[in-house]
């Protein structure tokens, strides 16, 4: 099948409007880059450093839109990753005004990570070492909008999903919005816990290669993924610290579920409580434990082990 390489400047908008970055076949793969998601804004900053204003307008630059020839409405796009590989550092930050803890945390703050030494880890000083797992926080068909729209929120034509299961060797699935799909990707994450609790994960610039197929006798309602094997794989085997959230309410929950997390790091390890927040955004995954034991759900926040031993 054809290879293609995309070269063409970014998008930051779902638009049927932008001319095609490339067209390509069913079966066809693509070779792109893509810059992290505030597009080289946090360039130059070290941990500790003041958190500049952002211009907003310059955020999640996505590579394409990719034209797949003969896609439209009712089909499925399958998008396998072939491959991601992140630059040499990435960084984390806290926002004010985002993420699950906001009122938590006013202040911002910047941690920038160490991608190099060719460890597969990113080190958070002598305390904690999480393994990289790099994959694209955005993948997505354009949607059916009347007027050029944000990347963020997802939808059900994918998106923003930042979903830290989309590493290489999965398969994602989205249903066709508009014709020839235009699909992009973006938002590359060099690691991430479900969940994302800061607003970002380890965010850096990468490479990708994706393949593209097509499927016109499956219409499916929303996104769906197949991965390669363990959803964790190299953390299991130290086992895991877990924290729970309980209430009628599963976002009250969760926040629940991460500030008994931050209290058990920033009391069991010598971290302040904005790094223990980025600590869990990275690395600590939220799980929804029940939903049937009315008027009170669960959610669980799970700290691998093996990142701190």
């Known amino acids: ?5 995309l070269n063409a400047p970014p998008h930051r908008l779902w638009s049927t409007e932008h001319e095609p970055a490339i067209v390509v076949g069913d079966g066809d793969t693509v070779a792109f880059e893509v810059q992290e998601a505030l597009g080289g804004q946090f360039d130059g900053l070290r941990t500790g450093d003041p958190v500049p204003d952002l211009d907003w307008d310059g955020v999640y630059p996505m590579a394409g839109p990719i034209m797949v020839e003969g896609a439209r409405p009712g089909d499925t796009l399958e998008i396998e990753i072939i491959d991601v590989r992140p630059v040499d550092w990435g960084w984390t930050a806290v926002l004010p005004g985002l993420g699950l803890l906001s009122e938590d945390f006013p202040d911002p703050y910047f941690q920038r990570w160490d991608l190099s030494d060719g460890s597969g880890v990113a080190r958070l000083g002598d305390v904690a070492a999480v393994p990289i797992r790099p994959f ?12 050029p729209t944000p990347v963020l929120p997802p939808g059900r034509f994918g998106g923003n999903l930042d979903c830290r299961d989309l590493v290489a060797g999965s398969r994602l699935f ?18 991430q816990g479900d969940g994302e609790l800061c607003v970002s994960a380890i965010e850096t610039s990468a490479a990708g290669e994706i393949r593209v197929r097509l499927h016109r006798d499956r219409t499916i309602a929303g996104p769906q993924l197949q991965t390669p094997g363990g959803l964790r794989a190299g953390l299991e085997d130290e086992g895991w610290f877990a924290t729970m959230g309980v209430g009628p309410d599963l976002m009250a929950a969760a926040r629940d579920a991460a500030r008994a997390m931050i209290d058990h790091l920033v009391r069991a390890y010598p971290l302040s409580p904005v790094e223990a927040y980025v ?19 669960v959610v669980s926040a799970y700290l691998p082990l093996a990142v701190l031993s």
């Open 174 to 191: 989205l249903p066709v919005q508009v014709p020839d799909a235009r699909l992009a990707l973006g938002d590359p994450h060099a690691a």
């Open 136 to 147: 694209f926080g955005v993948t997505g068909v354009c949607p059916q909008v009347d007027a």
């Open 279 to 297: 600590l869990a955004s990275v690395c600590v995954d939220l799980k929804i434990t029940e939903v049937v034991d009315a008027p009170n759900w």
């Open 1 to 5: 099948m054809p290879h293609h390489h």
